[in-house]
């Protein structure tokens, strides 16, 4: 909840800001518009934050960007990963290749219970593009990923991997009976 009021404020204060400023660009007085350049800089912080607040209206709680971060932090970073990811990252690592892209879309999205409380339970779709570092050859692999997100404790609750995308149905109804 705190996440909405957040960018809420924010897009207040940039509105206020992007106003004042171009009140004062109106004005004649050379000095005056020197403030607007900085005025206009503090719009950015504000103007991020009401970006963010709008797409996640628009989009819920996918949390695909959030995925995004959280796998690749996953699949490049050797801290305490989550046992499947981290096995991708270790198998491909191995034989010399290292992370260049990775692209997440949300296949499913539903609600479980946990302790009480309705989480959102998002399945995605992970395609990610590897480079083996001596050959140059290009690796591509498809893998499915979902968890629950509990954000009020900040954790990922029910997490499941399938490390292909041949078998997405079955795995997804298995997603589908785990939210249940």
Request: charged share 30%; with cysteine.
């Amino acid at each position: 909840m705190s996440f909405y009021l957040y960018n809420v404020v924010g897009f207040f204060i940039f509105l206020f800001i992007a106003l004042f400023a171009w009140g004062k660009f109106k004005s004649e007085d050379k000095n005056k518009k020197l403030m607007v350049l900085f005025w206009g800089v503090l719009t950015v912080w504000p103007g991020y934050l009401a970006y963010y607040c709008a797409k996640s209206v628009w989009q819920g709680d996918l949390y695909v960007d959030e995925t995004k971060v959280f796998i690749k932090h996953e699949l490049t970073d050797d801290r305490d990963p989550i046992i499947s990811l981290g096995a991708i990252r270790v198998a491909h690592e191995s034989f010399g290749y290292e992370l260049k892209n990775i692209a997440v879309e949300n296949i499913w999205s539903g609600k479980t219970n946990f302790k009480g409380n309705s989480l959102p339970y998002n399945a995605y779709k992970v395609d990610t593009k590897w480079k083996n570092r001596s050959e140059g050859e290009n690796k591509e692999l498809c893998f499915l990923f979902a968890y629950a997100n509990d954000v009020e404790n900040g954790y990922r609750r029910l997490i499941r991997v399938e490390d292909d995308c041949k078998d997405k149905d079955n795995w997804l109804s298995i997603v589908k009976k785990d939210a249940e």
